[in-house]
């Protein structure tokens, strides 16, 4: 199963709409499986570094197969280690709300990363976009933050 570009800009629009609903200038990237950038727009308004912090949302999620918010233990658990990630990486890998994991059937498809609202406001969005379409929410834990990598 592949993500496609129709995919991705239906997903990038809701999550503008739902922006707008929070009264939110947001960016928007979709990212496939691989981390290779499917799509980004930035609203109007949306401060001018948004859409890079998005990217790098949307990346991490699909290349670490988690949501940016379930890194968060590891990077704190194993600070050098998780920092010396982004060294390996096409982008930096980020431990912080605003980025899910795209996943359908079981099969991680992408990542969705938002920028420019609060990181609560940024993960709400990602959800109830990502639910609402249809995709898949829940993501087994890793085993604490020793013993990745």
Known sequence: ???????????VDAALKAGE?????????VVDAGGF???VKRSDGAR??????????????AVMERPTK???AWAEGNPAFFASLSQHAAQPIVATDGGVTIKRGGEILGGLGISGGTAEEDQQVCEEVLGG???ELSFQAWGGAKGHG
Request: hydrophobic share 45%.
């Open 1 to 11: 199963m592949k993500l496609t570009l129709d995919e991705a800009e239906r997903i």
């Open 21 to 29: 609903g929070l009264g939110k200038a947001l960016s928007v990237a």
């Open 37 to 39: 950038l499917r799509t």
């Open 48 to 61: 001018p570094l948004t859409p890079n912090i998005a990217i790098s949302k949307a990346y991490s999620s």
């Open 70 to 72: 379930m890194l968060k």
């Open 133 to 135: 379409l249809g995709y």
